[in-house]
């Protein structure tokens, strides 16, 4: 049979419970009994909204972990808890509550349903813990398998956010023909900053730094330098710090040898990290020593490595220090040591460190800096145009005066509208409001402010004045 979906709601400052029942679950995904996502499982060049809301709908079990943050989370709340409610009442999905920390639910639409652990006592008033996790685990084991037959007749064909039906022409009162479109190619933007990373990877020790708020097409610009790199005959591999499990944060020898391993697996060389390490030295330079032992000797082909959503590091000091004063160092070193010129860096990110504590140890102050702008309006008329939708100037302008020339706004809105389910009007009407299309990245916004309370006094602050406001610099920068 195949296994059962299970999708996990949660709080950002719940993530630590969430990975404690994810390793409680582990022997039910190594049975295949289930097969778990949440958001850190968002994959590099994905719409984070989308990923969400797919693996949402896609779900035979919805985990809710309760907590006032939980609670409290507009996000968590009003559109992930709401939809799995439906799902549940429609018998698409099974809902169970998880209740972590103490926080009054009562009269919450998930009041109904049978909570977890046992006659949901709070998993944190458990002791040891453990029992109440595994209690939960069994509850899930139990679900699952009144799930699998059903799971079992279900087709789920992959589902891409990407690729939509563009309608007839006589539908669409165009001269283009109904066809499949996947924008990646057919919808592809080619910017100046592509040629400038093209030819700067060519250059020994080369460090690229692409950057820009999110869903700018930083990760689509990153991968279109490693399919170049790749089809040089390159070696190439990818990071995603976004994905990385929070336990590599909490050691530096941990994280590097992590780093280590993941890079050494994806260009096919398997050695036993830990086995190479000596204590006596710091994790840089046993980092070092792998790298030019086992990656970089012999004179082979270039590596380009890109590591994508690198401002995670920053909430880890310890680690911020030591990686990005890693990488500084391998870029100067390429300089003077021949087997460092073949090494290719490329670092994403949508924000630079708050206080750079050296900038003789920062990788941000080096290399080619790339910063990715809006679409201009010849671009995001042209997609209007490659969509197949007929649109005034006036029309174009219409839509650039609602989202200005933001890829990924532009992107779906032009997508949903070219597939039928919206007219130019609908949109305009209904995408600032929380049934709109944009709903989810407006709220994940929000969410953000939510989570961390000191950014979102300071953007009332900001919205509620007519006159300039003096902010903590550090509440600036974050902003």
């Not at 920053?314 to 010129?341: M, N, Q, V």
Request: hydrophobic content about 40%; some cysteine.
């Amino acid at each position: 049979m195949d296994p059962v979906d299970v999708f996990f709601s949660y709080s950002h400052k719940d993530e630590k419970y969430r990975d404690k029942l994810a390793t409680h679950l582990s022997m039910l995904q190594n049975q295949g009994v289930i097969r778990s996502w949440h958001d850190r499982k968002i994959g590099a060049g994905e719409e984070w909204a989308k990923a969400i809301d797919d693996n949402l709908q896609a779900a035979d079990i919805i985990l809710l972990l309760i907590s006032a943050d939980f609670l409290a989370s507009r996000y968590c709340y009003e559109i992930e808890m709401k939809q799995a409610m439906a799902r549940h009442e429609a018998g698409e999905a099974t809902v169970i509550p998880i209740i972590l920390r103490p926080v009054d639910w009562s009269g919450a639409p998930f009041g109904k349903l049978q909570a977890f652990p046992k006659n949901a006592k709070v998993v944190t008033k458990w002791s040891p813990q453990d029992e109440a996790f595994v209690d939960i685990a069994q509850g899930i084991r139990q679900a699952a398998e009144d799930m699998a037959e059903v799971v079992a007749k279900r087709n789920h064909p992959p589902q891409s956010p990407y690729v939509f039906q563009i309608r007839s022409a006589k539908a669409k009162g165009g001269s283009r023909p109904a066809a499949e479109f996947d924008p990646n190619e057919d919808f592809h933007v080619v910017l100046p900053d592509e040629g400038r990373c093209k030819s700067e990877i060519h250059k020994p020790g080369a460090l690229i730094r692409i950057k820009s708020p999110n869903n700018m097409g930083k990760t689509v610009l990153m991968n279109r330098v490693l399919e170049y790199g790749s089809g040089l005959g390159w070696r190439v591999a990818s990071l995603n710090l976004e994905q990385t499990n929070r336990k590599f944060f909490d050691d530096i020898d941990l994280f590097m040898q992590w780093f280590c391993a993941s890079v050494g697996r994806q260009l096919g060389v398997r050695v036993n990290v830990r086995e190479l390490w000596d204590d006596i030295f710091g994790a840089n330079d046993n980092c070092t020593d792998y790298f030019e032992n086992y990656l970089l000797k012999d004179d082979r082909s270039p590596i380009v490595l890109a590591i994508d959503n690198f401002d995670r590091v920053f909430a880890y000091p310890d680690i911020e220090t030591d990686f990005c004063g890693l990488l500084r160092g391998w870029h100067e070193r390429s300089k003077s040591h021949s087997e460092w010129e073949q090494l290719r860096l490329v670092i994403v990110h949508s924000q630079e460190p708050l206080a750079q504590r050296d900038i003789n140890q920062s990788p941000f102050n080096v290399g080619m800096p790339v910063e990715l702008q809006e679409f201009t309006p010849d671009q995001v008329a042209d997609l209007v145009g490659r969509h197949g939708l007929g649109w005034s100037e006036a029309e174009t302008q219409q839509l650039i005066e609602l989202v200005g020339g933001h890829p990924y706004l532009v992107r779906t809105a032009l997508a949903k509208v070219a597939s039928g389910d919206l007219t130019l009007g609908e949109l305009l009407e209904t995408a600032p409001t929380e049934a709109g299309i944009f709903s989810g990245h407006l709220l994940g916004h929000l969410r953000t402010l939510e989570d961390y309370p000191e950014l979102g006094a300071a953007m009332r602050l900001v919205l509620r004045s007519r006159d300039p406001v003096r902010l903590k610099s550090e509440e600036s920068f974050r902003l």
